[in-house]
């Protein structure tokens, strides 16, 4: 039986998560939102005090021991609201902090612990399908991907719906700080040597820069119908 797969990847703050999830609600396919796992791995690596030291070779391979053996859990209450857990710690308002993706970002760049994650996230792929959120999807964890997208905004753009995002959740922060580090992550993530951020040569791709959640979620589940009408 084949799995049907979508993929979503992009830049931090295009929009992946949330249009990832209600791609998910929409055709009933299983979530895996890989950006979350990286989160995890890098809040561990923290916690563990591995972070700053993975130049070490016994710190990185203690490291890909943690990612190997990962005590991740996501738990769907209701639509679009899932719970992450982390040896058992709810920690689904930690991992979307501005410092743990900084921590996500280096631990990406790790050739090593990303081969750790590969075969988790392969994993997800389940009947009926699957909806991957990410930044290498369709170019590295599942080029297989009948319906592939690459979901983009200006930097600005991205800005400015994080520091929203973030006041509401009560933090106060300032918009020259949020462009500084998602410009930083851009150039971390696009410049790495394994999987960087890029679209797959057969990837839709798609500006949210001007366009609502609902006039990119037309977008999409156009091109995704047609090509898994195919």
């Known amino acids: 039986m084949t799995i049907q797969i979508i993929t979503i990847d992009g830049p931090s703050g295009s ?4 249009l990832a999830a209600k791609l998910a609600a929409h055709y009933q396919f299983h979530l895996l939102d890989s950006g979350a796992i990286y989160r995890l791995l890098g809040l561990s690596l923290h916690k563990h005090n591995l972070l700053d030291c ?3 070779v016994e710190a990185l391979k203690q490291s890909e021991k943690i990612a190997t053996n990962l005590d991740i859990k996501f738990v769907t209450e209701a ?18 902090t501005e410092r ?44 297989e991907a009948q319906a592939k997208i690459y979901l ?7 800005a400015e719906r994080r520091v929203k995002q973030l006041q509401a959740m009560g933090l106060d922060v300032k918009i020259s700080d949020i462009l500084a580090n998602i410009q930083a992550r851009d150039k971390r993530d696009m410049e790495r040597t394994v999987a960087p951020l890029k679209p ?9 820069s001007t366009l609502n959640i609902d006039e990119v979620f037309k977008l999409m589940t156009d091109f995704i119908d047609a090509q898994l009408a195919k």
């Open 15 to 18: 929009g992946k998560g949330t």
């Open 54 to 56: 993975l130049d070490d």
């Open 79 to 96: 639509a679009l609201a899932t719970q992450v857990f982390l040896d058992d710690e709810n920690v689904t308002e930690t991992i979307r």
């Open 100 to 143: 743990v993706g900084e921590f996500a970002s280096k631990v990406a760049a790790i050739p090593v612990l990303r081969s750790a994650l590969f075969e988790r996230q392969r994993a997800f792929a389940q009947a009926p399908g699957l909806v991957a959120d990410g930044r290498d999807m369709a170019t590295s964890i599942f080029p």
């Open 152 to 158: 983009t905004a200006s930097a600005e753009s991205r």
């Open 200 to 208: 797959a040569q057969d990837a839709y791709i798609i500006d949210s």
